[in-house]
């Protein structure tokens, strides 16, 4: 525990360096908010006695780093607790520290750069080396790492063509691989469920999982060559997502036109549970 902790302190000393280098700003946004967001959680609700009104406990960094972001600072970044009443395994905590940093101008290849530049200069700092050995299986970040399609990974392990496939029929197919899946799950969601459990596991060396379904991610921009599909990615690291980012979408009509469609997933998904 004492090595642990000494790693944890030594990473996030050596991560703040490197993003004060890059001349990123560091800054502190408010944990407690009146409406939560920028991400799909549950959160922890309090009450704030002085002003009588309900509050909650940040599921997220992104929403107040945003603001920022179009009050002019131009590449921002906070370290900072979220937490999020969900449920408790090896990958998931009720509160957990994360890592966001928002760079204005930048897309998401820019951010895949500075993600490998990141990596570079923790491990050198705190291991010597590029290459560390994690539950006896030697890891090499020696950069450039993989980039590997979605739609192609998917395709690859599970035959699944999601270019063909409808939102029903990948639901039933989930269902006889033995993914479960949430009630009003959209295309997209589901395609990552089945991904979790086939994909990435099988991902052990640090690699880009780029250019996820339209829909995974309501605030990222879509590719301009392919529509249907987003300009993001995660880095997968030994069947571990370490790392999620996306060119931020700033079309105003096509973000209303999202926001509407997730409220009728949200309201169906209301309604099934009513009538289950």
Not at 86 to 110: C, I, Q
Not at 131 to 156: M, S
Not at 185 to 206: T, V
Request: glycine content about 6%; hydrophobic content about 40%; overall charge positive.
């Amino acid at each position: 525990r004492l090595f642990l902790s000494t790693l944890k302190s030594l990473s996030i000393s050596t991560l703040t360096c490197f993003l004060d280098k890059e001349g990123f700003l560091e800054v502190e946004t408010p944990i407690l908010q009146n409406l939560y967001g920028g991400a799909r959680a549950r959160p922890f609700k309090t009450h704030l006695n002085a002003l009588d009104i309900d509050m909650y406990l940040r599921i997220a960094l992104e929403l107040y780093l945003k603001r920022l972001l179009v009050g002019g600072f131009e590449k921002i970044y906070e370290i900072g607790k979220c937490f999020r009443n969900e449920g408790v395994d090896r990958s998931h905590n009720p509160d957990f520290t994360m890592l966001e940093f928002y760079w204005a101008y930048a897309d998401y290849k820019d951010l895949m750069k500075l993600t490998e530049r990141m990596f570079n200069h923790i491990l050198k700092n705190i291991f010597g080396k590029l290459k560390i050995t994690y539950e006896g299986k030697e890891l090499d970040f020696k950069t450039p790492w993989p980039r590997i399609e979605f739609f192609n990974v998917i395709k690859k392990e599970t035959k699944i063509d999601l270019e063909e496939i409808d939102r029903n029929t990948l639901a039933k197919k989930a269902k006889s691989l033995g993914v479960v899946i949430e009630k009003g799950a959209s295309k997209p969601e589901i395609a990552d469920e089945i991904f979790k459990k086939f994909c990435r596991p099988k991902i052990q060396q640090p690699t880009f999982v780029v250019h996820y379904p339209l829909g995974f991610q309501p605030l990222a921009k879509a590719l301009k060559k392919h529509p249907n599909r987003l300009a993001n990615f995660q880095l997968v690291v030994a069947g571990w997502e370490l790392l999620n980012a996306f060119s931020e979408l700033n079309n105003p009509i096509e973000q209303r036109e999202r926001f509407k469609e997730q409220e009728k997933l949200y309201e169906a998904g209301l309604k099934r549970l009513k009538e289950w």
